[in-house]
T-cell receptor
Framework: GAGVSQSPSNKVTEKGKDVELRCDPISGHTALYWYRQRLGQGLEFLIYFQGNSAPDKSGLPSDRFSAERTGESVSTLTIQRTQQEDSAVYLC???????????FGPGTRLTVL | DAKTTQPPSMDCAEGRAANLPCNHSTISGNEYVYWYRQIHSQGPQYIIHGLKNNETNEMASLIITEDRKSSTLILPHATLRDTAVYYCIVRVTGYGGSQGNLIFGKGTKLSVKP
């Protein structure tokens, strides 16, 4: 069946520009998560959504980062005024319910020049 | 911080069993042990999880010690495609007031060699 998809797969942008990254979770999964992975580093949690509950934003590194989710479907992660340190692979995951096993997408590789 | 300790790297011969250890001495009674792996340039992949009984699925087996302070992930017949970073994660599975996100440590880089 269809897994988690993310777009674009690669994004190159200039410092100071805004970017939007998209995640399509597995159909029927109520929980959606965003993580970031810098080159050679581990995964860092950013934010998660669970149903209609308020999202847990505790991992967002600054107010330049925000995310939205439409119901239990698509999510968009927005980074405003990108900085070079934002360069990383941004990974999205979904799970049937919060605390169930998470299924990850292939990620979006963001490069800020 | 991650609540687990894993060796940074391990080698395994193709076709042999790969046994990946994980220490989680501070695990709580309601925390499960999860294993994920990340093949180069891909997103992490769920492997298996367990609470206190040993578990087996089509990918691997999970052996948890009786005191639950450590566990071992077993890939019975490792192939070159099993070369990846393996993450051992402990987390609550249930609405116990903990966060829903996974906390990844540095994992074990498993290299399967021909």
């Amino acid at each position: 069946g269809a897994g988690v998809s993310q777009s674009p797969s690669n994004k190159v942008t200039e410092k100071g520009k805004d970017v939007e990254l998209r995640c399509d979770p597995i159909s029927g999964h109520t929980a959606l998560y965003w993580y970031r992975q810098r080159l050679g580093q581990g995964l860092e949690f950013l934010i998660y959504f669970q149903g209609n509950s308020a999202p847990d934003k505790s991992g967002l590194p600054s107010d330049r980062f925000s995310a939205e989710r439409t119901g239990e479907s698509v999510s968009t992660l927005t980074i405003q005024r990108t900085q070079q340190e934002d360069s990383a692979v941004y990974l999205c995951a979904s799970s049937l319910r919060l605390y169930n096993e998470q299924f990850f997408g292939p990620g979006t590789r963001l490069t800020v020049l | 911080d991650a609540k687990t300790t894993q060796p940074p790297s391990m080698d395994c011969a193709e076709g042999r069993a790969a046994n990946l250890p994980c220490n989680h001495s501070t695990i709580s009674g309601n925390e499960y042990v999860y294993w994920y792996r990340q093949i180069h340039s891909q997103g992490p992949q769920y492997i298996i999880h367990g609470l206190k009984n040993n578990e087996t699925n089509e990918m691997a087996s999970l052996i948890i010690t009786e005191d639950r302070k450590s566990s071992t992930l077993i890939l019975p017949h490792a192939t070159l495609r099993d070369t990846a970073v393996y993450y051992c994660i402990v987390r609550v599975t249930g609405y116990g007031g903990s966060q829903g996100n996974l906390i990844f440590g540095k994992g074990t880089k498993l290299s399967v060699k021909p």
